[in-house]
C-alpha cells in the first residue's frame, strides 16, 4: 500500500494505470479519492453527470439500467478493467450491494493522464532504457506540466536535448544569465545559495526534477548554484523553446475586469496576493491584497489551499509571472493579474484639468 493508502499493485489492474511505472503511479495515487461504501449505498444514478470516474477496486455492485435488468458485478469480474460506466452521463444506476472500496478520479485528470501517456510512449524506442521512461513519468506526473495543451506534448519532447555531466560539475552559477531549463534524467544534484562567506544548501535534486527556470521567466540572474552530487545526464530546453512550450501555456493572465466577474460568479474564492517587497506594498498598498514578497512566496506554498484561486499582482509583470508560475509548478490555481500600463491610462482632458 502506498503511504496514500492507495494499493498500487491493485491500481496497476485497471486501465490505464496499467501501464505506468511505479513511481508514475505514486504520484498518480495522492490525486486519487478512496471511497468506502456500505451494503446498498448508490455510487451514482442513471442520467447523472459526473465529473469523477469510479474503479471499484473491491465489493460488489449491481449496474441497473433503463429497463431495470440487473448486472451484478463483483470486484473481481473478467471485465473490470476499466471506470465503472466510463461515460460522462452514466447510464446506468450503480449501487453497493456489499462492503466495497473504489477509487475516484477526476475525469479531466483521467483524459489528461491518458494523453500524456500515450504521447510519451510514442517517443520511445522498444530499447529505451528505465531512465528514458523515469524522467517522462517525472514530468507527466508534475501539476506544472500537466497544464500543457495535448497538441504541444509531442513538439516539447522533441525538444529536449540530452547532456552527460559529472560529480561536482556546476550546471548553472548563482549571478550567471541563465538561458537553458534542466531536468534530471539520471543522477543527483544540490541547490546553494550565497550566504555571506557560507554556502546555504536549499535543495537535493534527484531523477526527474527540473531546475532554471526562474531565470528564464523573470530575466533575472540566476538566484541559486545547481552542483552535480554524482555522475548523471540532464535533458535541457532552451529559452525560447521554454516560452513558446510551457511558459505561455502555463501562466495564465486576467484582466481586473474578468477578476471582478470571477468574484461575482462566486464559484472560487480569490486571493490576490502582491508579490512586491513590503516596503514597496506599504508605499503602493494594492487594495485586497496580502503581501507575500516573491522570495517569500516559495517557501509559503504549503501554508496555501489549493480550492483557492490565486491572482497575483505586482508593478512591471515579472515578478507576478513568476510567482504565478512557481504556484502552479505546485498544483495550485493561479494567474497573473494584468493592470493598464501608464501609457495605457486615459488622459486627462482640458475640463479634468481644470477640475485638477
Given amino acids: 500500500m502506498a503511504d496514500s493508502g492507495i494499493n498500487l499493485d491493485r491500481l496497476h ?57 440487473v448486472r451484478k458485478f463483483p470486484f473481481d469480474d473478467d471485465e473490470n478493467y476499466l471506470a465503472l460506466d466510463n461515460y460522462p452521463e452514466h447510464t446506468v444506476n450503480a449501487i453497493s450491494t456489499e462492503a466495497s472500496v473504489v477509487y475516484a478520479i477526476e475525469r479531466d485528470k483521467l483524459d489528461l493522464l491518458m494523453t500524456w501517456t500515450q504521447a510519451a510512449e510514442s517517443m520511445l524506442e522498444e530499447d529505451d ?19 500543457i495543451p495535448p497538441q504541444k506534448i509531442q513538439s516539447l519532447f522533441v525538444k529536449f536535448e540530452e547532456r552527460e555531466v559529472k560529480l561536482g560539475e ?10 537553458t531549463f534542466f531536468v534530471i534524467k539520471q543522477g543527483k544534484a544540490m541547490v546553494t545559495r550565497a550566504q555571506g562567506a557560507k554556502q546555504e544548501t536549499l535543495a537535493a535534486l534527484t ?16 538566484n541559486a548554484t545547481v552542483t552535480m552530487t554524482s555522475d548523471g545526464v540532464l535533458m535541457m530546453l532552451g529559452k525560447d523553446d521554454f516560452r513558446s512550450l510551457l511558459q505561455d501555456s502555463v501562466i495564465r493572465h486576467l484582466k481586473e475586469e474578468d477578476v471582478e466577474k470571477m468574484e461575482e460568479d462566486g464559484d472560487h474564492a480569490i486571493v490576490l496576493i502582491d508579490v512586491r517587497l513590503p516596503m514597496e506594498f506599504k508605499h503602493d498598498r494594492t487594495s485586497g491584497a496580502r503581501n507575500i514578497p516573491l522570495n517569500e512566496l516559495r517557501r509559503q506554498i504549503r501554508s496555501l ?12 509583470g515579472r515578478r507576478s509571472e513568476l510567482g504565478a508560475y512557481l504556484l502552479t509548478e505546485a498544483g495550485l490555481d493561479a494567474y497573473v493579474l494584468d493592470r493598464p500600463k501608464a501609457q495605457d491610462a486615459p488622459k486627462d482632458t482640458e475640463e479634468n484639468a481644470d477640475q485638477a
Wanted: charged share 25%; proline share 3%.
Fill in 170 to 179: 556546476q550546471v548553472v552559477r548563482e549571478g550567471e544569465s541563465g538561458d
Fill in 129 to 147: 532504457d528505465s531512465a528514458e521512461r523515469d524522467w517522462m513519468d517525472a514530468l507527466l506526473t508534475s501539476g506544472l506540466f500537466s497544464q
Fill in 13 to 69: 489492474d485497471f486501465i490505464p494505470f496499467d501501464c505506468l511505472s511505479e513511481s508514475h503511479l505514486r504520484d498518480i495515487a495522492g490525486q486519487i479519492q478512496v471511497m468506502s461504501l456500505a451494503p446498498a449505498r448508490v455510487l451514482f444514478k442513471r442520467g447523472d453527470r459526473s465529473e469523477l470516474a469510479y474503479f471499484l477496486i473491491s465489493g460488489a455492485v449491481d449496474l441497473i439500467d433503463a429497463a431495470f435488468q
Fill in 305 to 316: 489551499e489549493k480550492d483557492f484561486v490565486y491572482v497575483l499582482c505586482c508593478d512591471g
Fill in 207 to 222: 531523477t526527474g526534477n527540473f531546475f532554471g527556470e526562474d531565470a528564464l521567466i523573470s530575466d533575472a540572474p540566476r
